[in-house]
């Protein structure tokens, strides 16, 4: 459970960051990080489209920077977007000053002021500088954990079962370790939250002022 929903003792220590937007409805945030890259992000954007779902994809710079024409896709496919670093940096091991540079050059491919930080490693320093300089940042609710080799989709399907709740932030990947389960997952995944009477919200800085 450590894993797949934060403990309250996160939530206290970066208070002001944004987990389970808006509570009170009914209404879950897919979101993708770690994208984008082919093969797997355009495969998740038609399965989207299949069910008329918008997402939110936290995309790395240098993915973006590599592929721009993949990036714009995810935009002209009606999605929102987030700063997810430049090079994919666990805040842990870098000073606030790197950390800082690193998220303004992604910030010059990827036009959000939502930022995820990689791992949810980020240094107390961080967080204040991010908010200082106008930044969201966006943790999570549930972490589907698609990227595990050792899990298989029926395992990660049973994730989403046990921990998703009205407000949730849904963390999927679109990066290649965790394609196999992603692809098989999502469709599923998004059955089960249709059923359950969910409707799909986009993150963005407006709605994720109302912070839980």
Same mark, same amino acid.
């Given at each position: =459970? &450590?894993?797949?929903?934060?403990?309250?003792? *996160?939530?206290?220590?970066?208070?002001? +960051? %944004?987990?389970?937007?808006?509570?009170?409805?009914?209404?879950?945030? *897919?979101?993708? #990080?770690? /994208?984008?890259?082919?093969?797997?992000? *355009?495969? $998740?954007?038609?399965?989207? #489209?299949?069910?008329?779902?918008?997402?939110?994809?936290?995309?790395?710079?240098?993915? %973006? =920077?590599?592929?721009?024409?993949?990036?714009?896709? $995810? *935009?002209?496919?009606?999605?929102? %977007?987030?700063?997810?670093? &430049?090079?994919?940096?666990?805040?842990?091991?870098?000073?606030?000053?790197?950390? =800082?540079?690193? $998220?303004?050059?992604?910030?010059?491919?990827?036009?959000?002021?939502?930022?995820?930080?990689?791992?949810?490693?980020?240094?107390?320093?961080?967080?204040?500088?991010?908010?200082?300089?106008?930044?969201?940042?966006?943790?999570? #609710?549930?972490?589907?954990?698609?990227?595990?080799?050792?899990?298989?989709?029926?395992?990660? =399907?049973?994730?989403?079962?046990?921990?998703?709740? @009205? /407000? @949730?932030?849904?963390?999927?990947?679109?990066?290649?370790? +965790?394609?196999?389960?992603?692809?098989?997952?999502?469709?599923?995944?998004?059955?089960?939250?249709?059923?359950?009477?969910?409707?799909? /919200?986009?993150?963005?800085?407006?709605?994720?002022?109302?912070?839980?």
């Amino acid at each position: =459970m &450590f894993v797949e929903r934060p403990i309250f003792l *996160l939530k206290w220590y970066y208070k002001g +960051a %944004v987990w389970r937007p808006h509570a009170e409805k009914k209404t879950i945030y *897919l979101t993708f #990080d770690d /994208g984008p890259v082919p093969d797997n992000t *355009l495969n $998740i954007l038609d399965i989207l #489209d299949r069910y008329n779902v918008k997402a939110t994809f936290f995309c790395v710079g240098e993915n %973006v =920077m590599k592929f721009p024409d993949l990036f714009q896709e $995810i *935009l002209r496919r009606g999605h929102a %977007v987030g700063n997810h670093t &430049f090079n994919h940096i666990k805040g842990f091991d870098v000073s606030t000053r790197y950390y =800082m540079n690193n $998220i303004r050059k992604a910030e010059r491919y990827i036009p959000s002021k939502l930022v995820r930080p990689p791992y949810g490693r980020i240094k107390p320093s961080q967080f204040k500088a991010l908010k200082r300089d106008g930044y969201t940042v966006v943790f999570w #609710d549930v972490i589907t954990r698609d990227y595990n080799r050792f899990l298989s989709p029926k395992q990660v =399907m049973r994730i989403i079962h046990w921990y998703s709740r @009205s /407000g @949730s932030i849904v963390v999927f990947h679109d990066s290649l370790k +965790a394609r196999k389960n992603t692809l098989a997952v999502l469709p599923e995944a998004i059955e089960y939250y249709q059923r359950k009477g969910y409707q799909f /919200g986009v993150l963005s800085e407006e709605n994720a002022k109302n912070k839980s």
